[in-house]
């Protein structure tokens, strides 16, 4: 899991209610990302951000929002308006000069009920 | 549409037989990549190969990338139980920018 950090492991939410995840990272990697997975799927991008205070969508981006105030930092915040969060979130982290190597931190599994 | 699509979805074999996993992709690429997932757990980044590239070694692992089929297979060697993981192939396309596609994975289990 490299030097990226997630937190919690485990979230659990009611319905309704808006949620942060935590994602740091001391690699000193520029770019940054949010994938989510379901059970017996590959991953698809929610958010990225290639500098500070700079993010773009991915595929999935509806129902999430992002910041990056600092360099170490991408947290995640999954809102009301997202209608399946139930999920593994896995943020990852890249260098500029080889972005498409990412390497990927623990995991938070949240469900929401 | 799931660029990388894995084959076989899930595979088991005894330890110290060899593995064969294969990833099928449809657009042109930079790169190719292989990644393992403990149950519950991140992923690792196991091995990147170039477009420009047809064989790779890292240890037991050997990735080989054919273009022109448009595909990839991983195979790891003399396996461990420890091996026993999901295997996922991710495509850095190319004119895409700071996307990788995932496909949904081999599931590999080594039997003791």
């Given at each position: 899991d490299g030097g990226i950090t997630q937190s919690p492991k485990y979230?659990?939410?009611?319905?309704?209610?808006?949620?942060?995840?935590?994602?740091?990272?001391?690699l000193n990697h520029d770019a940054m990302y949010w994938y989510r997975q379901d059970p017996g799927q590959g991953l698809r991008?929610?958010?990225?951000?290639?500098?500070?205070?700079?993010?773009?969508?991915?595929?999935?981006?509806e129902?999430?929002?992002?910041?990056?105030?600092?360099?170490?930092?991408?947290?995640?915040?999954?809102?009301?308006?997202?209608?399946?969060?139930?999920?593994?979130?896995?943020?990852?982290?890249?260098?500029?000069?080889?972005?498409s190597e990412q390497y990927f931190g623990p995991g938070t599994r949240l469900t929401v009920t | 549409?799931?660029?990388?699509?894995?084959?076989?979805?899930?595979?088991?074999?005894?330890e110290g037989e060899n593995a064969t996993m294969n990833?099928?992709?449809?657009?042109s690429i930079n790169n190719l990549q292989w990644y393992r997932q403990n149950s519950g757990r991140g992923l690792v980044h196991l091995i990147?190969?170039?477009?420009?590239?047809?064989?790779?070694?890292?240890?037991?692992?050997?990735?080989?990338?054919?273009?022109?089929?448009?595909?990839?297979?991983?195979?790891?060697?003399?396996?461990?139980?420890?091996?026993?993981?999901?295997?996922?192939?991710a495509t850095d396309d190319r004119g895409s920018n700071y996307k990788l596609t995932f496909g949904k994975g081999t599931l590999l289990t080594v039997n003791p």
């Open positions: 979230l659990f939410r009611k319905e309704g209610q808006n949620v942060t995840l935590s994602c740091e990272q001391n991008l929610i958010y990225y951000s290639q500098i500070v205070n700079d993010f773009q969508k991915g595929d999935i981006a129902g999430y929002s992002v910041s990056r105030e600092k360099k170490e930092s991408f947290p995640l915040t999954v809102t009301s308006a997202q209608k399946n969060p139930t999920a593994f979130y896995l943020c990852a982290s890249s260098p500029r000069d080889s972005w | 549409s799931q660029q990388g699509e894995e084959d076989p979805q899930a595979l088991s074999i005894q990833c099928s992709y449809k657009t990147l190969i170039r477009s420009n590239e047809r064989e790779k070694h890292s240890g037991r692992l050997r990735v080989t990338l054919d273009t022109s089929k448009k595909s990839s297979s991983l195979l790891i060697t003399a396996s461990r139980a420890a091996d026993t993981a999901s295997y996922f192939c």
